[in-house]
Protein backbone atom coordinates (compact mmCIF):
# COMPACT_ATOMS: atom_id res chain seq x y z
CA UNK A 1 0.00 0.00 0.00
CA UNK A 2 1.58 3.56 -0.64
CA UNK A 3 0.50 6.47 0.98
CA UNK A 4 0.71 9.86 -1.08
CA UNK A 5 -0.15 13.16 -0.48
CA UNK A 6 0.76 14.86 -3.63
CA UNK A 7 -1.17 15.44 -7.04
CA UNK A 8 1.74 14.59 -9.20
CA UNK A 9 2.72 11.63 -7.36
CA UNK A 10 -0.69 9.44 -7.67
CA UNK A 11 -1.02 10.95 -11.30
CA UNK A 12 1.99 8.38 -11.55
CA UNK A 13 0.74 5.94 -9.87
CA UNK A 14 -2.87 5.71 -10.88
CA UNK A 15 -1.28 5.68 -14.79
CA UNK A 16 0.76 2.32 -13.30
CA UNK A 17 -2.92 0.93 -12.18
CA UNK A 18 -4.17 -2.53 -13.87
CA UNK A 19 -7.78 -2.90 -14.13
CA UNK A 20 -10.65 -1.34 -12.20
CA UNK A 21 -10.29 1.19 -9.86
CA UNK A 22 -12.61 1.93 -6.66
CA UNK A 23 -12.26 5.28 -5.05
CA UNK A 24 -13.72 5.83 -1.40
CA UNK A 25 -13.53 9.32 -0.04
CA UNK A 26 -12.78 10.34 3.49
CA UNK A 27 -12.08 12.22 6.38
CA UNK A 28 -10.45 10.06 7.95
CA UNK A 29 -10.42 8.80 11.67
CA UNK A 30 -11.51 5.92 10.28
CA UNK A 31 -14.50 3.35 11.69
CA UNK A 32 -15.95 0.46 11.13
CA UNK A 33 -18.56 2.39 8.77
CA UNK A 34 -15.77 3.40 6.67
CA UNK A 35 -14.21 0.35 6.46
CA UNK A 36 -17.40 -1.45 5.51
CA UNK A 37 -16.97 0.60 2.07
CA UNK A 38 -13.30 -0.15 1.97
CA UNK A 39 -13.94 -3.62 1.99
CA UNK A 40 -16.71 -2.97 -0.48
CA UNK A 41 -14.68 -1.51 -3.06
CA UNK A 42 -12.30 -4.01 -2.38
CA UNK A 43 -14.04 -7.01 -3.31
CA UNK A 44 -15.27 -5.27 -6.56
CA UNK A 45 -12.29 -3.84 -7.91
CA UNK A 46 -8.97 -4.50 -8.56
CA UNK A 47 -7.76 -1.52 -7.00
CA UNK A 48 -9.01 0.69 -4.20
CA UNK A 49 -8.23 3.93 -3.06
CA UNK A 50 -9.23 6.21 0.28
CA UNK A 51 -8.88 9.22 -0.05
CA UNK A 52 -8.29 10.85 3.66
CA UNK A 53 -8.71 14.56 3.63
CA UNK A 54 -10.42 16.55 5.92
CA UNK A 55 -11.77 18.94 3.72
CA UNK A 56 -11.46 22.54 4.87
CA UNK A 57 -14.45 24.51 2.72
CA UNK A 58 -16.99 21.50 3.77
CA UNK A 59 -16.79 23.09 6.64
CA UNK A 60 -18.67 26.31 8.32
CA UNK A 61 -17.00 29.39 10.55
CA UNK A 62 -18.07 28.12 13.87
CA UNK A 63 -17.65 24.32 12.77
CA UNK A 64 -15.40 21.47 14.67
CA UNK A 65 -12.60 21.83 11.53
CA UNK A 66 -9.67 22.16 13.88
CA UNK A 67 -10.42 19.68 16.51
CA UNK A 68 -12.05 17.12 14.04
CA UNK A 69 -9.83 13.98 14.96
CA UNK A 70 -6.53 13.29 12.49
CA UNK A 71 -4.59 9.78 12.73
CA UNK A 72 -3.29 9.06 9.77
CA UNK A 73 -0.76 6.18 11.30
CA UNK A 74 -3.91 3.70 12.53
CA UNK A 75 -6.28 4.97 9.25
CA UNK A 76 -2.99 3.42 7.28
CA UNK A 77 -3.19 0.08 9.79
CA UNK A 78 -7.08 -0.18 8.63
CA UNK A 79 -6.42 0.55 4.87
CA UNK A 80 -3.35 -1.87 4.96
CA UNK A 81 -5.39 -4.53 6.58
CA UNK A 82 -8.39 -4.10 4.12
CA UNK A 83 -6.16 -4.91 1.16
CA UNK A 84 -6.34 -0.83 0.44
CA UNK A 85 -3.96 -0.21 -2.43
CA UNK A 86 -3.13 3.57 -1.92
CA UNK A 87 -4.26 6.32 0.29
CA UNK A 88 -4.06 10.09 -1.26
CA UNK A 89 -3.73 12.33 1.97
CA UNK A 90 -3.14 15.40 0.51
CA UNK A 91 -2.45 19.11 2.79
CA UNK A 92 -5.01 21.60 1.97
CA UNK A 93 -2.16 23.70 -0.24
CA UNK A 94 -1.78 20.71 -2.34
CA UNK A 95 -5.20 20.36 -2.93
CA UNK A 96 -6.42 24.29 -3.02
CA UNK A 97 -3.33 26.13 -3.38
CA UNK A 98 -2.84 29.46 -1.20
CA UNK A 99 -6.04 30.87 -1.49
CA UNK A 100 -8.65 28.30 -0.79
CA UNK A 101 -11.38 31.61 -0.47
CA UNK A 102 -11.74 31.99 -4.55
CA UNK A 103 -11.95 28.51 -5.85
CA UNK A 104 -14.22 26.95 -8.77
CA UNK A 105 -16.80 25.83 -7.03
CA UNK A 106 -19.66 22.80 -7.94
CA UNK A 107 -23.07 24.14 -6.20
CA UNK A 108 -25.61 21.76 -6.24
CA UNK A 109 -29.62 22.91 -7.04
CA UNK A 110 -31.01 25.29 -4.51
CA UNK A 111 -34.43 22.60 -3.94
CA UNK A 112 -31.51 20.34 -3.03
CA UNK A 113 -29.69 22.22 -0.23
CA UNK A 114 -32.10 24.34 1.00
CA UNK A 115 -33.08 21.94 3.79
CA UNK A 116 -31.62 19.43 6.34
CA UNK A 117 -28.13 19.44 6.68
CA UNK A 118 -27.62 22.30 4.20
CA UNK A 119 -29.85 24.81 5.53
CA UNK A 120 -28.09 25.13 8.82
CA UNK A 121 -24.54 24.46 6.99
CA UNK A 122 -24.94 26.84 4.41
CA UNK A 123 -22.03 26.25 1.65
CA UNK A 124 -20.98 22.81 3.19
CA UNK A 125 -22.40 20.39 0.40
CA UNK A 126 -20.49 23.11 -2.69
CA UNK A 127 -17.97 22.52 -0.63
CA UNK A 128 -18.49 18.59 -0.54
CA UNK A 129 -19.66 18.46 -4.25
CA UNK A 130 -16.60 20.59 -5.35
CA UNK A 131 -13.71 18.32 -3.54
CA UNK A 132 -15.60 14.98 -4.47
CA UNK A 133 -15.64 16.59 -7.99
CA UNK A 134 -12.02 16.64 -7.84
CA UNK A 135 -11.26 13.23 -6.29
CA UNK A 136 -13.17 11.99 -9.18
CA UNK A 137 -10.91 13.80 -11.84
CA UNK A 138 -7.65 12.37 -9.87
CA UNK A 139 -8.00 8.88 -9.64
CA UNK A 140 -10.45 8.52 -12.59
CA UNK A 141 -12.10 6.30 -10.34
CA UNK A 142 -14.90 3.60 -11.89
CA UNK A 143 -16.98 3.13 -9.02
CA UNK A 144 -16.78 5.23 -6.49
CA UNK A 145 -18.56 4.26 -2.56
CA UNK A 146 -20.62 6.58 -0.12
CA UNK A 147 -22.40 5.80 3.37
CA UNK A 148 -26.23 6.07 3.38
CA UNK A 149 -25.44 7.73 6.89
CA UNK A 150 -24.99 10.80 5.03
CA UNK A 151 -28.41 10.43 2.83
CA UNK A 152 -28.42 14.18 1.80
CA UNK A 153 -24.85 13.89 0.61
CA UNK A 154 -25.69 10.85 -1.52
CA UNK A 155 -28.09 12.37 -2.93
CA UNK A 156 -26.59 15.16 -3.98
CA UNK A 157 -23.60 13.44 -5.72
CA UNK A 158 -25.81 11.36 -7.38
CA UNK A 159 -27.35 14.47 -8.67
CA UNK A 160 -23.84 15.59 -9.72
CA UNK A 161 -22.95 12.80 -11.72
CA UNK A 162 -25.53 12.81 -13.43
CA UNK A 163 -25.92 16.14 -14.30
CA UNK A 164 -22.76 16.49 -15.42
CA UNK A 165 -21.92 13.27 -16.95
CA UNK A 166 -19.38 12.31 -14.96
CA UNK A 167 -18.04 8.84 -15.75
CA UNK A 168 -18.22 6.34 -12.53
CA UNK A 169 -21.04 4.60 -10.79
CA UNK A 170 -21.85 5.86 -7.62
CA UNK A 171 -22.43 2.96 -4.88
CA UNK A 172 -24.72 3.05 -1.95
CA UNK A 173 -23.56 1.30 1.18
CA UNK A 174 -25.61 0.44 4.16
CA UNK A 175 -25.50 2.47 7.23
CA UNK A 176 -22.98 0.89 9.86
CA UNK A 177 -24.44 0.95 14.01
CA UNK A 178 -22.76 -0.01 16.83
CA UNK A 179 -23.99 -2.80 18.93
CA UNK A 180 -27.25 -0.55 20.83
CA UNK A 181 -27.72 1.33 17.07
CA UNK A 182 -25.45 4.41 17.62
CA UNK A 183 -24.82 5.07 13.99
CA UNK A 184 -20.85 5.08 13.68
CA UNK A 185 -19.68 8.18 13.19
CA UNK A 186 -15.89 10.34 13.59
CA UNK A 187 -17.71 12.68 15.70
CA UNK A 188 -18.46 10.01 18.08
CA UNK A 189 -14.94 10.60 19.18
CA UNK A 190 -16.09 14.02 21.19
CA UNK A 191 -19.02 12.24 22.84
CA UNK A 192 -18.41 11.66 26.83
CA UNK A 193 -20.28 8.65 28.42
CA UNK A 194 -23.55 10.84 29.18
CA UNK A 195 -23.44 11.84 25.41
CA UNK A 196 -23.13 8.56 24.12
CA UNK A 197 -25.71 7.51 25.98
CA UNK A 198 -28.03 10.53 25.10
CA UNK A 199 -27.36 10.34 21.67
CA UNK A 200 -28.49 6.68 21.93
CA UNK A 201 -31.92 8.33 21.81
CA UNK A 202 -31.88 9.59 17.81
CA UNK A 203 -31.79 5.86 16.46
CA UNK A 204 -34.01 4.88 19.18
CA UNK A 205 -36.72 7.82 17.53
CA UNK A 206 -36.10 6.16 14.21
CA UNK A 207 -36.40 2.78 15.13
CA UNK A 208 -39.36 4.03 16.80
CA UNK A 209 -40.59 5.27 14.01
CA UNK A 210 -40.29 2.30 11.97
CA UNK A 211 -42.44 0.66 14.50
CA UNK A 212 -44.73 2.71 14.33
CA UNK A 213 -44.76 2.75 10.73
CA UNK A 214 -45.42 -0.88 10.83
CA UNK A 215 -48.13 -0.52 13.13
CA UNK A 216 -49.91 1.28 10.28
CA UNK A 217 -49.22 4.96 11.50
CA UNK A 218 -48.80 7.46 8.23
CA UNK A 219 -48.89 10.89 9.70
CA UNK A 220 -45.96 12.44 9.77
CA UNK A 221 -46.93 14.39 12.72
CA UNK A 222 -47.82 11.84 15.06
CA UNK A 223 -44.01 9.92 14.70
CA UNK A 224 -42.82 13.71 15.00
CA UNK A 225 -44.36 13.93 18.35
CA UNK A 226 -43.14 10.39 19.92
CA UNK A 227 -39.15 11.22 18.44
CA UNK A 228 -39.22 14.34 20.10
CA UNK A 229 -40.57 13.07 23.41
CA UNK A 230 -37.56 10.00 23.06
CA UNK A 231 -34.99 12.70 22.61
CA UNK A 232 -36.66 15.19 25.25
CA UNK A 233 -32.63 15.61 26.40
CA UNK A 234 -31.13 16.42 23.29
CA UNK A 235 -31.12 19.73 20.75
CA UNK A 236 -32.84 18.93 18.16
CA UNK A 237 -32.16 20.54 14.86
CA UNK A 238 -34.65 18.61 11.82
CA UNK A 239 -36.86 15.65 12.35
CA UNK A 240 -37.90 15.19 8.51
CA UNK A 241 -38.97 12.94 6.17
CA UNK A 242 -38.55 12.92 2.30
CA UNK A 243 -38.61 10.66 -0.27
CA UNK A 244 -35.44 9.15 -1.22
CA UNK A 245 -35.55 9.58 -5.24
CA UNK A 246 -36.57 13.33 -5.40
CA UNK A 247 -35.75 14.44 -1.63
CA UNK A 248 -39.14 16.31 -1.43
CA UNK A 249 -41.12 16.91 1.72
CA UNK A 250 -43.52 13.95 2.88
CA UNK A 251 -46.55 14.45 5.38
CA UNK A 252 -47.26 10.89 4.94
CA UNK A 253 -45.02 7.66 5.16
CA UNK A 254 -44.89 5.63 1.80
CA UNK A 255 -42.31 3.24 0.89
CA UNK A 256 -39.71 5.57 -0.28
CA UNK A 257 -39.61 7.76 2.55
CA UNK A 258 -36.45 8.32 4.79
CA UNK A 259 -36.38 10.04 8.10
CA UNK A 260 -33.45 12.24 8.81
CA UNK A 261 -32.33 13.34 12.36
CA UNK A 262 -29.94 15.69 13.05
CA UNK A 263 -29.22 17.14 16.94
CA UNK A 264 -26.93 18.32 18.91
CA UNK A 265 -25.64 16.17 22.57
CA UNK A 266 -25.45 18.55 25.60
CA UNK A 267 -22.19 18.21 27.14
CA UNK A 268 -20.28 18.37 23.88
CA UNK A 269 -22.68 20.68 21.95
CA UNK A 270 -21.38 17.85 19.05
CA UNK A 271 -23.81 17.50 16.13
CA UNK A 272 -24.84 14.06 15.39
CA UNK A 273 -26.96 13.24 12.09
CA UNK A 274 -28.82 9.42 11.23
CA UNK A 275 -31.53 8.43 9.28
CA UNK A 276 -33.96 5.25 8.43
CA UNK A 277 -35.32 3.92 5.36
CA UNK A 278 -39.24 3.60 6.20
P1 LIG B 1 -16.65 10.96 6.51
O1 LIG B 1 -15.24 10.53 6.78
O2 LIG B 1 -17.46 11.17 7.75
O3 LIG B 1 -16.71 12.10 5.53
O4 LIG B 1 -17.34 9.74 5.78
C1 LIG B 1 -16.78 9.15 4.63
C2 LIG B 1 -17.77 8.19 4.05
O5 LIG B 1 -18.09 7.18 5.00
C3 LIG B 1 -19.11 8.86 3.67
O6 LIG B 1 -19.56 8.32 2.45
C4 LIG B 1 -20.01 8.46 4.82
O7 LIG B 1 -21.37 8.41 4.47
C5 LIG B 1 -19.49 7.08 5.14
N1 LIG B 1 -19.86 6.71 6.51
C6 LIG B 1 -19.61 7.41 7.64
N2 LIG B 1 -20.17 6.79 8.71
C7 LIG B 1 -20.79 5.68 8.24
C8 LIG B 1 -21.56 4.64 8.84
N3 LIG B 1 -21.80 4.60 10.15
N4 LIG B 1 -22.05 3.68 8.03
C9 LIG B 1 -21.81 3.70 6.69
N5 LIG B 1 -21.10 4.66 6.06
C10 LIG B 1 -20.59 5.64 6.83
Redesign the pocket.
Known sequence: MKIIDNIAELKKEIALLNGSVGLV????ALHN??K??INKSVSENKNTIVSIFVNPIQFGANEDLDKYPRQLQEDAKLCESAGVNIIFAPKVSEMYGDDKNNLTLICPPYFAVDKLCGKSRPGHFDGVCSVVAKLFNLTKANKAY?????AQ?LFIIQKMVRDLNFDIEIIP?????EFDNL????RNQYLSTKDRADALNISKALFNAKKMVGEGIKQTRAIIDASLKIMENLDVEYIEFVDKYTFEFQQEVNENTIMLIAARVQDSNTRLIDNINL
Request: net charge positive.
Open positions: PTMGGHSLFGQKDQCPIVRALSS
